[in-house]
């Protein structure tokens, strides 16, 4: 198997597993929304955004990016139905980034203290790699990521201009960030964390 698809394959699979456990997290808080929805699977075909699925991931392999990245399409959260209406939607939020770390976590100490073959090791660190990376970029405090919801759960009602700003331009700051090369930040820091972790 070529790296190129290996690496498609573990950017789809962790986008899903990103998607599901903001789903999980918001049956268990009392909104069964992403359930009904048949959205608590693994099965890539429910979970498929034409454009971060497909589109973005091909092109990207296309022009030889050094780094192929992508996204799910979002579970549908209904905040009102969750228990804790303070937190509900923090929890939530956090549980997509938690699970992309755990997961990096895992094959990383794997990495460290299990011995493995050179072809497995290698695989595993691109596991590693790509999880950090989507924890990372998801919690950039930016609509539509989750690190907008977590950065709204602690603002106070006198941000809400700011919220509001947030929500309409987000989009705009991140591509001036991409274009300015700030994505570059998040390499760095998931080569750290790998580091760290699995070395």
Request: aromatic residues 14%; charged residues 10%.
């Amino acid at each position: 198997m070529s790296i190129t698809i290996f690496s498609l394959i573990v950017l789809l699979f962790s986008v899903i597993l990103h998607e599901v456990a903001h789903g999980s997290m918001a049956l268990r808080l009392g909104d069964n929304t992403a359930k009904h929805a048949g959205r608590l699977t693994l099965n890539p075909l429910k979970h498929i955004e034409l454009f971060g699925t497909i589109i973005l991931p091909i092109l990207l392999v296309l022009t030889k990016s050094p780094f192929v990245i992508g996204w799910a399409k979002p579970v549908p959260v209904n905040p009102y139905n969750l228990r804790d209406q303070k937190w509900g939607m923090l929890k939530v939020s956090l549980a997509g980034p938690l699970s992309n770390f755990l997961i990096a976590i895992i094959f990383g100490l794997m990495i460290r203290f299990v011995p493995l073959p050179e072809t497995t090791s290698m695989l595993f660190s691109l596991i590693v790699i790509y999880n950090f990376v989507l924890a990372l970029f998801n919690l950039i405090p930016l609509p539509p990521f989750d690190g907008s919801h977590i950065l709204f759960a602690f603002l106070p009602p006198q941000f809400d201009s700011l919220k509001i700003f947030l929500q309409r331009y987000g989009l705009y700051i991140l591509l001036a960030l991409l274009f300015l090369g700030a994505i570059n930040y998040i390499f760095q820091g998931a080569a750290f964390l790998y580091y760290l972790i699995a070395v």
